[in-house]
């Protein structure tokens, strides 16, 4: 089988750590190329109608975060108000891609050394995963993560100073989409697309 050539485009580090994991756990014989990367959304918004056409080439897979949007199919549509080409795979992570992370409850109670029963099954249920990881990482039993993780004691900060760090090694070593996608919907569909994909040349 034939190598797939994808590049991403991704709002930042963490994002492209877990596209990267999906694209290594599918099985499929990916193989990445560019990955286009901004800290948020702004530049996905930008550029999504250049990454479509661009998609013509070589495809894309882009991933943003639902935020503050009613559903995936708003954002598409606003973002891309013209037909997508087949060969741009366009996932929202519902609410966040942190909540793609605590989808694999008990990989990141493991993780975090706390009680799986603290985080929530339907995880793309929760409107902002993000203060959730952050809280359940008050409560971990390992001071380094808790560091790491949870932005200093009246800091203006939103997240600790190896925030990304210590969960994209959670990322590229504990976590499973096969048992995550079982918590998140968001995910589940994500990696059908990327499963079932298959380029248009």
């Given at each position: 089988m034939s190598d797939i050539?994808?590049?991403?485009?991704?709002?930042?580090?963490?994002?492209e750590a877990v596209l990267r994991e999906i694209l290594k756990q599918s099985q499929r014989p990916f193989s990445i190329g560019n990955c286009l990367k901004r800290r948020g959304?702004?530049?996905?918004?930008?550029?999504?109608r250049g990454i479509n056409n661009a998609a013509?080439?070589?495809?894309y897979l882009v991933l943003t975060d639902l935020d503050r949007n009613e559903c995936p199919l708003a954002v598409l549509s606003d973002w891309l108000p013209y037909p997508k080409h087949p060969n741009l795979i366009f996932r929202?992570?519902?609410?966040?891609?942190?909540?793609?992370?605590?989808?694999?409850?008990?990989?990141?109670?493991?993780?975090?050394?706390?009680?799986?029963?603290?985080?929530?099954h339907d995880i793309d249920s929760e409107t902002d995963p993000?203060?959730?990881?952050?809280?359940?990482?008050?409560?971990?039993?390992?001071?380094?993560?808790?560091?790491?993780?949870?932005?200093?004691?009246?800091?203006?900060?939103?997240?600790?100073?190896?925030?990304?760090?210590?969960?994209?090694?959670?990322?590229?070593?504990?976590?499973?989409?096969?048992?995550?996608?079982?918590?998140?919907?968001?995910?589940?569909?994500?990696?059908?697309?990327?499963i079932h994909f298959e380029p248009t040349w």
């Amino acid at each position: 089988m034939s190598d797939i050539p994808i590049n991403l485009a991704v709002e930042d580090d963490l994002s492209e750590a877990v596209l990267r994991e999906i694209l290594k756990q599918s099985q499929r014989p990916f193989s990445i190329g560019n990955c286009l990367k901004r800290r948020g959304y702004g530049y996905l918004k930008k550029n999504l109608r250049g990454i479509n056409n661009a998609a013509k080439g070589s495809p894309y897979l882009v991933l943003t975060d639902l935020d503050r949007n009613e559903c995936p199919l708003a954002v598409l549509s606003d973002w891309l108000p013209y037909p997508k080409h087949p060969n741009l795979i366009f996932r929202v992570a519902v609410v966040e891609v942190e909540a793609w992370l605590l989808a694999h409850r008990k990989a990141f109670a493991d993780f975090l050394g706390i009680s799986i029963d603290l985080i929530p099954h339907d995880i793309d249920s929760e409107t902002d995963p993000k203060r959730l990881l952050i809280d359940l990482a008050k409560r971990s039993r390992k001071r380094n993560l808790r560091d790491a993780i949870v932005p200093p004691q009246g800091s203006t900060a939103k997240i600790g100073r190896d925030y990304n760090g210590q969960l994209i090694e959670f990322v590229n070593q504990n976590w499973q989409v096969a048992a995550a996608r079982d918590c998140s919907r968001s995910l589940d569909r994500a990696m059908n697309a990327i499963i079932h994909f298959e380029p248009t040349w």
